[in-house]
């Protein structure tokens, strides 16, 4: 069970004693070791992960023109990302606890930046579009340069104070290597030694695994209450009309039903509801909308802001993902015993239909 699902009563009761980092890039070990440096400078209490994450990232020269309705990439290599998970610990003494730990986790990825810049030359640039076939189409990793990356913690975690994470020395299918934990001789060694580490758990003794002695003291300039509800989706005409909710009024399938009411909907099922609601008819500008009002304000964010997820779906890469059938989406959404005539909906609901 994903810990979200709990709502309200678990985000009051949350403690919120460590913060999470999420690295991941082609310069993930190098910002794992810089991570690993700047918390031993103030002596503060930490552990490090290697998530598991040892996949390849494409790099291409260009996206040529489109045939039909697919891009054709032109690869030139095929390179390494690292993944790590750092943590470290701090005084649970806050009260405004989601922007509390968003300015903790901003203030210190941009120093790590600067430093990953300063060390070696690695520049963190904005992410680029190509306008394709009238849509507007993100340029994903493949068209940097060698020296350059994206952002390279992933800005999802920050704020999020209900994450979860993988456990150490669990199975990574996805990427066939364990979540293990990190030693100094693994933190000083190399990419690669890591790597063939991970293919075998590594159960190591606390005091080899943790770091440092004393809770980072949160800033009092970061305990401040953030209203994420004061973000304005650009591309939501000024004179739409909130009252005028198309999805309100939409006849919807059990399973979709089960994803609209969760005001703590995670990235997948957004995703999803996101494709069924384009296939339905329902702009962009009216999904976006109903997000914001719909779901937790900071998760509303997320997915609009920080994944930007209604771009990619309506005008991305992702505009051309069909609709999942009934029995993909009845797991996922749990609803097996609502629906016992799915068959009824086959014939009305796009989200029903056959790939």
Known sequence: MHVKEFGDAMEAGAIVDK????????????????????????????????????????KVLDMEKSHGDRLVLKIVKIDASYGF??????????ENKKSALLNTQKNFCDELVKRLHNGYGVDVIEKKYKIVDGGKVEIDEFSLDENQIYYPVDKQV???ILRISRVPNTWNPKRGRFCIPLTDELIDSSANEIQVMAKKQ???PIDKIYFG??????????????????????????????????????????????????????N??????????????????????F??????PQYAYDSIYTEKQPQRVYRGKQRQIPMKDCQFM???????????????????HPVYRRE
């Open 85 to 94: 998970h750092v943590y470290f610990w701090i005084v649970p003494d806050i």
């Open 268 to 289: 997948d099922k957004r995703f999803w509801l996101l494709v069924y609601l384009r296939e339905s008819g329902i702009s962009m500008e009216e999904a976006a909308s």
């Open 202 to 204: 590594l159960f190591l």
């Open 19 to 58: 913060v999470y980092l999420d690295l991941d890039s082609p310069w993930g070990f190098e910002a794992m070791q810089i991570a690993h440096e700047m918390l031993l400078e103030k002596n503060i209490i930490h552990r490090i992960n290697a998530s598991g994450r040892w996949g390849g990232v494409k």
């Open 213 to 266: 002695q004393r809770m980072m003291k949160v800033p009092k300039e970061f305990d401040v209450k953030i209203d994420f509800t004061d973000f304005n989706f650009k591309e939501v005409p000024e004179d739409y009309n909130p009252d005028d909710d198309a999805v309100k009024k939409m006849k919807l399938p059990p399973c979709i039903k089960t994803l609209v009411d969760d005001k703590y909907l995670i």
């Open 291 to 296: 997000f914001l009002r719909n779901f937790d």
């Open 158 to 160: 920050w704020g999020d």
């Open 330 to 348: 009845s797991k996922m959404c749990s609803c097996l015993d609502q629906c016992p005539k799915c068959h009824r909906y086959s014939k009305r």
